[in-house]
């Protein structure tokens, strides 16, 4: 689909750029891993990811293409909740995996309206004083501050509970669209299901996604089941799903 669609308008895009003489940057969304040699393919001056992309791995692509690869710290486990320190050591152990060549210290997408001025503050520091920054974090312990939260009882529902494990839908495309998807799917069955969407911007989402094993967002469950990581099923494979879990 994106050599497809997408491969050359955007060569044709970055082309121009380099024309008049302006650096490029390619973001994309969500666990892009099979797309970044296309991505590369190209020509932009630097691809931006975010946490769902293994960025060491995604560099070996990136260094073979002579692009910059620019990402990826945590925007709410670290930015958003995190303490200054978690946020140094991030910098810190993310700039020890990734080198200084052709690499761009960044977080993985927008940094959450909410996330306190002094962690940005600390990567900062990270940046420009690591080795001090690293003899301060010797003798930090993270502490695990997620709530303990209660798990629905999926086998005695009287319903399908779908849940929808997103960044924010307000923020996040890919969420936003794996949310509409839901909904759109659930309202032909009335009470029989219900969606529901767990943001991480709240820890006690944090905490179901840490209980149910994610690692890639947004990702849809039904019933409990992880159906979907990364990628929106249509409005027809959802219903066969939730008419599946009906049975």
Known sequence: MFETFLSAPYTKFFASMREKGMPSSFFVCGDATK???????????????????????????????????????????????????????????????????????????????????????GVG???????????????????????????????????????????DSKTCAACGYMVATANNAAKIYGDKVKVVERSIMFPENLAFVSKVGLTNLPSLLVNGVIKHISLIPTVEKLREEIEEAMK
């Open 35 to 121: 797309n970044i040699e296309p991505m590369c393919l190209t020509r932009p001056d630097c691809i931006a990811i975010d946490e769902n992309v293994d960025i060491v791995e995604a560099k070996k692509l990136t260094d073979a293409h002579g692009i910059t690869i620019s990402g990826n710290l945590q925007l709410t486990i670290t930015m958003l909740l995190g303490t200054q320190q978690d946020n140094q050591k991030a910098a810190i152990e993310l700039m020890d995996k990734m080198g200084t060549h052709r690499f761009i210290l960044a977080p993985g997408c927008d940094v959450p309206f909410d996330a306190p001025a002094a962690n940005l503050i």
């Open 125 to 167: 520091q990270a940046v420009h004083n690591p080795e001090a920054v690293r003899k301060a974090l010797e003798s930090y312990v993270a502490k695990d501050n997620l709530p303990e939260i209660e798990m629905p009882d999926y086998v005695n529902l009287d319903h399908v509970l779908v849940e929808v494990v997103t960044i």
